[in-house]
């Protein structure tokens, strides 16, 4: 996240020019590896087309326009005092995709493009967008608790204090994909880091070096991403994503349990009992083709090593003379 200062624009459009000529790159090794990330695409665009909307001349003469009014960045950032006092609570889901100026998305965009290739292929694209929506609004959330507090018990100033931008989102994904990577190292501004530790080492370096930097936007997300990796945010959000998975599961389910076929009266029945016909027929047809034993011969019998066995022939009534003829033709075999 960012303090605003500027409005949109801010800086020129060298920025979104250079992110452009990067999104056209990302999108062509998409394609070469075959990779389709819709839930990556579509948040790309959003956070572009936010930027680019109010600038694009002439658009408000369209008639679906007039009445929609686009906020700009002071309308949309993120205070104690227009989220927690004046109740302006869509904030919390419009500042994040809100960025002050062409290079504060472009830094956004190109940090956050190679961190969501990654996670949307691990955990698939409804799951990661399903994340990044809860993500966006806590982020916002923790920032805003964080600044109403900071603003009660130790700078009045935290109070007006307002931020913009994607940043936060970023700096809790950022925090997950070093978590599946524990002994990776990061290189934040050249040097070689720890993976656990790159998020707190970005944190400060991009405060010192940026002062116009939220600090704690991106503390807000980092916090976020902790909960998520090492607390119990996972595990909450797996509730009513697996209540909505099962429904949609059960539903599909239904749907192929009860699919009719007409039969020649006129009634239908389940595809089930033509499953289960065929399974008989095979079954029928397996029995049929069953190679029978050769029948016991009870003139001769051997043991395993070879030899007649006298006990089970003699146990079968033959006798004696049956045995010995039996042993003497076994005999001018092997002459």
Not at 80 to 96: D, M
Not at 170 to 197: C, D, E, R, W
């Amino acid at each position: 996240m960012r303090r605003p200062r500027r409005g949109y624009g801010g800086g020129g459009n060298f920025g979104l020019m250079l992110l452009f000529f990067q999104l056209a790159g990302f999108i062509q090794l998409l394609s070469s590896h075959n990779e389709f990330l819709p839930t990556t695409l579509v948040l790309l665009g959003v956070n572009v087309l936010a930027f680019i909307r109010p600038q694009v001349g002439g658009v408000r003469s369209l008639r679906f326009a007039r009445s929609f009014h686009w906020p700009s960045v002071s309308e949309s950032c993120i205070s104690a005092k227009n989220v927690w006092y004046y109740g302006q609570w869509e904030r919390l889901f419009l500042a994040p995709f809100i960025h002050a100026d062409s290079w504060h998305l472009y830094y956004n965009m190109i940090s956050f493009m190679w961190k969501a290739r990654t996670l949307e292929k691990r955990y698939g694209s409804l799951y990661f967008a399903y994340m990044i929506a809860m993500f966006t609004l806590l982020t916002s959330g923790v920032y805003l608790i964080l600044n109403v507090h900071l603003a009660e018990y130790f700078d009045w100033s935290y109070y007006n204090r307002c931020a913009v931008g994607f940043s936060g989102v970023i700096f809790a994904v950022k925090v997950l994909t070093t978590h599946l990577q524990p002994n990776h190292m990061s290189y934040v501004f050249g040097i070689g880091i720890p993976s656990k530790l790159a998020v707190w080492a970005e944190l400060l370096l991009i405060s010192v070096l940026n002062p116009n930097a939220s600090f704690i936007g991106h503390l807000a997300g980092i916090l976020v991403g902790l909960a998520f990796v090492s607390g119990p945010l996972k595990m909450i959000m797996d509730v009513p994503w697996g209540i909505v998975t099962s429904g949609i599961s059960g539903a599909n389910i239904g749907r192929q349990s009860y699919n009719y076929t007409a039969r020649p009266s006129g009634q239908r029945r389940n595809e089930s009992d033509q499953q289960d016909s065929d399974l008989q027929e095979g079954i029928r047809r397996s029995l049929n083709d069953y190679e029978r034993p050769p029948p016991y011969n009870p003139d001769y019998d051997e043991d395993d090593n070879g030899s007649p066995n006298s006990s089970r022939s003699t146990g079968t009534g033959h006798s004696e003379e049956r045995l010995r003829n039996a042993r003497l033709r076994r005999f001018e075999q092997h002459q």
